[in-house]
C-alpha cells in the first residue's frame, strides 16, 4: 500500500493506522502544490488527501481508507477482535470525529467558506470553538476509566488524535477535560506515533 499525505492534516492519521499495522506500506509527504499537479489530480481528481494506492485499486476519503487497511490486516485490531459488536463501536467512533469533531473545526481553518464578511469571522470562530469543545466534552466522558474511544486501540483514535493536535493551534479551551489530557500524554507517547510524526516533520 502507498499512501499520499500531508503532514498533519487528517491523512496523517491514516499514516498512524498504517505504522499501528506493523506491514510494510510506502508514503508520499504531498506538498499544497503536489496535490494540484496533474499526476496527483490523475489518482485524485479532488486534490485533497489522503489517497491510497493498493496495485491497481486507488481509495480516496479518510472514513473509507480507514476502513479499508482495518479489514486488510485484522490482526491489527483496528476494528476490535472482529465481531459485528466491536466492528460497530470502533465504526462508531471513527463517525464521530469525521462526519462531528472534523467538520466544526472548518470555520477555524478557512472562516471565508462561512462568510464573505471578515468583520464576521472573529465571532464565527468563537462559535466554532463551543462547538469544538462540546464535542470534546463527548470524547471525554467517554473515556472515562478506560484508554481508548471504543475500548480498545482502534482507527478511531488515530484519527482523533489529529484533532487533539488541531485543537492546540486554534485555541480550544481543554481546561477540565482530563481524560483527555491523559490520552493525549499516552498517544504521543506511542511508538507508532512516534515514528510516523518523525516521518512526516512534525516531531
Not at 478557512?110 to 470534546?136: I, N, S, Y
Not at 466534552?137 to 483514535?157: C, I, M, P, T
Not at 477540565?176 to 491523559?182: E, F, H, P
Not at 511508538?191 to 512534525?202: C, P, S
Request: proline residues 4%; glycine residues 8%.
Amino acid at each position: 500500500m502507498k499512501l499520499y499525505t500531508k503532514p498533519g492534516s487528517c491523512s496523517t492519521a491514516d499514516h498512524i493506522a498504517l505504522e499501528w499495522t506493523g506491514q510494510p506500506y510506502e508514503i508520499e509527504v504531498m506538498t499544497a502544490q503536489a496535490m494540484k499537479s496533474p499526476e496527483y489530480l490523475a489518482l485524485n481528481p479532488s486534490g485533497t488527501v489522503p489517497t491510497l494506492v493498493d496495485g491497481d485499486f486507488v481509495l480516496t476519503q479518510n472514513a473509507a481508507i480507514m476502513g479499508y487497511i482495518a479489514d486488510s490486516y485484522p490482526n491489527a485490531g483496528l476494528i476490535g477482535d472482529g465481531s459485528a459488536r466491536q466492528r460497530a463501536i470502533a465504526t462508531r467512533w471513527l463517525a464521530f470525529v469525521n462526519a462531528d469533531l472534523h467538520p466544526a473545526f472548518n470555520p477555524l481553518f478557512a472562516p471565508a467558506r462561512f462568510h464573505a464578511d471578515e468583520a464576521q469571522h472573529a465571532g464565527l470562530k468563537t462559535a466554532a470553538r463551543g462547538r469544538v469543545r462540546d464535542l470534546f466534552k463527548v470524547a471525554d466522558a467517554a473515556l472515562e476509566g478506560r484508554q481508548w474511544l471504543a475500548g480498545f486501540r482502534s482507527h478511531a483514535d488515530a484519527y482523533f488524535y489529529m484533532t487533539l493536535r488541531w485543537a492546540g493551534f486554534v485555541g480550544i479551551d481543554m481546561t477540565g477535560l482530563d481524560n483527555l489530557a491523559a490520552y493525549r500524554a499516552r498517544m504521543d507517547a506511542d511508538e507508532g506515533v512516534q515514528a510516523v510524526l518523525k516521518a512526516e516533520g512534525l516531531s
